[in-house]
């Protein structure tokens, strides 16, 4: 018995080295990685929802945000975004108001406020965005019947 000790000792280490190497090697495995970003230039619509488009980056991929240039869907009451490939990005924010004299001119409306919008990619389906940063900047229009409307004041990332 004691004269198979050495081979059953190197046995061990290759397969410890091989399952290190397969933790590795496995992307599920891998924790700690940065989450996926998209940056989008054009935010537009009502008080209750948004359309979000011209968005690039790491995360506009069909797993998640979508094949680039990605869009979908804002809902503002429940802080979520629908890809148009239909997976979901849940986000968590705070916002405060800023400069609304640095709201472009819109014929017929009247510039409102701006909002300057931070926190984070909170959940969804679109799983590589989940952990991220988010921030808008949106400024508010009303015209005189007191319709809102939501326009992007440079660009949205998450």
């Not at 009451?77 to 819109?106: E, F, R």
């Not at 009303?142 to 660009?155: C, E, M, S, V, Y």
Request: hydrophobic content about 35%; some cysteine.
């Amino acid at each position: 018995m004691k004269r198979h000790l050495p081979a059953r000792l190197l046995a061990c280490a290759v397969l410890a080295g091989s399952a290190s190497l397969a933790a590795i090697a496995i992307p599920g495995g891998v924790s700690g990685a940065s989450p996926l970003t998209v940056t989008c230039t054009t935010f537009s619509g009502s008080m209750t929802s948004q359309t979000i488009s011209g968005c690039t980056g790491s995360g506009a991929i069909p797993a998640d945000a979508g094949t680039p240039p990605a869009h979908g869907t804002s809902v503002v009451s429940t802080k979520t975004i629908t890809w148009s490939n239909g997976k979901t990005t849940k986000t968590t924010y705070t916002y405060t108001t800023g400069n609304k004299a640095l709201c472009a001119k819109v014929t017929g409306e009247t510039v409102f406020l701006l909002e300057n919008a931070t926190g984070k990619v909170a959940s969804g389906t679109a799983t590589g965005l989940v952990g991220g940063t988010f921030k808008e900047a949106v400024c508010v229009y009303k015209n005189k019947a007191g319709t809102i409307l939501i326009k992007n004041h440079g660009n949205i990332t998450l």
